[in-house]
């Protein structure tokens, strides 16, 4: 998600033709149509990462409070802050080799939201998915809602599309009411979904559910509810559901396929569910039989994600640290030709800066620029900083071309 900030253009150049993929555009590339989700390709933002401080207990990058130190680290990956507006800038525990401490970014520096989409900007993505956590809806220094006022203004500004996502991880069935306390956030943020930047589609504004059927403290019959109340609101209703949301709703034996059923567009989630080994008999299997023919026939849209490798060793102390996930970015290279060739409604890429789980495709340090007092997953040091934005971004042109 860097290119033009970091590069000299005859090494993106030289990536981009042994990648097959167009550069960048040098002209000033055209504001999306943020009438329709058809042909785009939107990625998450995490934007969560903010400098730790006492009364901040949503800074994501480290697992405790009130710095990141060494072992208490909550990321695998550090981004390349080339290019950040020093005022967003924080020093680190974490050493590189060069002598000097690796740098951190506070996502509620605007800079830093607006650095963020112009990258979308440059290399031809649509915009964002803003990533809305249950549990921090009502935030006490309403951290998130000031991230999502930058966004959107970045948004107008740079001419990307962006949607709310909601995801239910925070949210439980016997403790609190969980569509009232949905539409009485959408209404306090009426004046941000009514920005020109903010995605429609048949008409419709758009809000994505993550994690129904996934997050098992909600229930089939408040998803129901859920679901319901916000069509009746007016919203066009995408639902992020697990990837075996077939054998789900045709045996549904949790309920669940019910409220599938309710849904404009399903999102399955297919981080985690295939390597780079693997991937083909997936995409061939069930990625076009159920998740596209299988809807289809439903008569509900779908969208494909794309991720690029990754992990999350440091915030989960078990999982196992895999340096060779992104297999020099030939995992992420097939999943595209994937999903283009599947022709969506649109592609998800997971994610823009998810750096807990490893899977973020901005700027990351190099391999031999990781800090050695900790270890990290970088991007192979022979690629260019920004070769996954690139990767991106020709998928992008590709997919709208499909659509044209």
Same mark, same amino acid.
């Given at each position: 998600?860097?290119?033009?900030?970091?590069?000299?253009?005859?090494?993106?150049?030289?990536?981009?033709?042994?990648?097959?993929?167009?550069?960048?555009?040098?002209?000033?590339?055209?504001?999306?149509?943020?009438?329709?989700?058809?042909?785009?390709?939107?990625?998450?933002?995490?934007?969560?990462?903010?400098?730790?401080?006492e009364d901040n207990g949503n800074s994501h990058w480290t697992t405790d409070l009130p710095?990141?130190?060494?072992?208490?680290?909550?990321?695998?990956?550090?981004?390349?802050?080339?290019?950040?507006?020093?005022?967003?800038?924080?020093?680190?525990?974490?050493?590189?080799?060069?002598?000097?401490?690796?740098?951190?970014?506070?996502?509620?520096?605007?800079?830093?939201?607006?650095?963020?989409?112009?990258?979308?900007?440059?290399?031809?993505?649509?915009?964002?998915?803003?990533?809305?956590?249950?549990?921090?809806?009502?935030?006490?220094?309403?951290?998130?809602?000031?991230?999502?006022?930058?966004?959107?203004?970045?948004?107008?500004?740079?001419?990307?599309?962006?949607?709310?996502?909601?995801?239910?991880?925070?949210?439980?069935?016997?403790?609190?009411?969980?569509?009232?306390?949905?539409?009485?956030?959408?209404?306090?943020?009426?004046?941000?979904?009514?920005?020109?930047?903010?995605? @429609?589609?048949?008409?419709?504004?758009?809000?994505?559910?993550?994690?129904? $059927? &996934?997050? +098992? *403290? =909600?229930?089939?019959?408040? !998803?129901?509810?859920?679901?319901?109340?916000?069509?009746?609101?007016?919203?066009?209703?995408?639902?992020?559901?697990?990837?075996?949301?077939?054998?789900?709703?045709?045996?549904?034996?949790?309920?669940?396929?019910?409220?599938?059923?309710?849904?404009?567009?399903?999102?399955?989630?297919?981080?985690?569910?295939?390597?780079?080994?693997?991937?083909?008999?997936?995409?061939?299997? @069930?990625?076009?039989?159920?998740?596209?023919?299988?809807?289809?026939?439903? $008569? &509900?849209? +779908? *969208? =494909?994600?794309?991720?690029? !490798?990754?992990?999350?060793?440091?915030?989960?102390?078990?999982?196992?640290?895999?340096?060779?996930?992104?297999?020099?970015?030939?995992?992420?290279?097939?999943?595209?030709?994937?999903?283009?060739?599947?022709?969506?409604?649109?592609?998800?890429?997971?994610?823009?800066?998810?750096?807990?789980?490893?899977?973020?495709?901005?700027?990351?340090?190099?391999?031999?620029?990781?800090?050695?007092?900790?270890?990290?997953?970088?991007?192979?040091?022979?690629?260019?900083?920004?070769?996954?934005?690139?990767?991106?971004?020709?998928?992008?042109?590709?997919?709208?071309?499909?659509?044209?």
């Amino acid at each position: 998600m860097f290119t033009k900030l970091f590069l000299s253009s005859l090494g993106v150049v030289a990536l981009q033709s042994s990648l097959g993929l167009a550069a960048p555009s040098a002209q000033k590339p055209q504001a999306v149509d943020t009438s329709t989700l058809n042909g785009h390709f939107f990625v998450g933002y995490q934007a969560w990462f903010r400098k730790p401080h006492e009364d901040n207990g949503n800074s994501h990058w480290t697992t405790d409070l009130p710095t990141p130190e060494v072992g208490h680290v909550g990321v695998d990956t550090i981004p390349d802050v080339t290019g950040y507006p020093k005022e967003c800038l924080f020093d680190t525990p974490f050493i590189k080799p060069n002598g000097k401490a690796a740098q951190f970014y506070t996502n509620d520096c605007e800079g830093v939201v607006d650095l963020h989409f112009k990258m979308m900007r440059d290399y031809g993505i649509s915009g964002a998915f803003l990533q809305r956590f249950y549990g921090y809806i009502n935030e006490a220094n309403g951290g998130w809602e000031k991230i999502l006022r930058y966004s959107k203004t970045a948004a107008e500004k740079y001419g990307r599309g962006f949607v709310i996502e909601y995801d239910l991880n925070g949210a439980a069935t016997s403790s609190t009411n969980v569509t009232a306390t949905y539409l009485a956030d959408l209404a306090a943020l009426s004046d941000i979904i009514a920005s020109k930047a903010y995605m @429609r589609h048949n008409g419709k504004p758009v809000i994505e559910i993550w994690g129904m $059927g &996934i997050v +098992s *403290s =909600v229930t089939a019959a408040d !998803g129901i509810a859920i679901v319901t109340a916000l069509k009746r609101a007016g919203y066009y209703v995408i639902l992020g559901v697990q990837q075996a949301w077939h054998a789900e709703l045709v045996e549904d034996r949790t309920g669940y396929g019910a409220v599938f059923k309710l849904a404009d567009m399903l999102q399955p989630w297919t981080v985690g569910s295939y390597n780079n080994d693997n991937y083909q008999g997936f995409h061939d299997g @069930r990625q076009a039989v159920e998740d596209k023919n299988a809807l289809r026939e439903l $008569g &509900i849209a +779908s *969208s =494909v994600v794309v991720w690029p !490798g990754g992990s999350n060793a440091n915030s989960n102390p078990g999982s196992s640290f895999d340096p060779n996930s992104r297999a020099h970015g030939d995992f992420y290279r097939k999943q595209l030709a994937g999903a283009v060739d599947l022709k969506p409604t649109f592609i998800f890429g997971a994610m823009f800066d998810e750096n807990n789980e490893g899977t973020a495709i901005y700027p990351i340090l190099h391999t031999k620029d990781l800090p050695t007092n900790q270890r990290f997953l970088g991007i192979d040091d022979d690629m260019a900083a920004d070769s996954y934005l690139t990767m991106a971004g020709g998928a992008a042109a590709k997919l709208a071309a499909a659509w044209a």
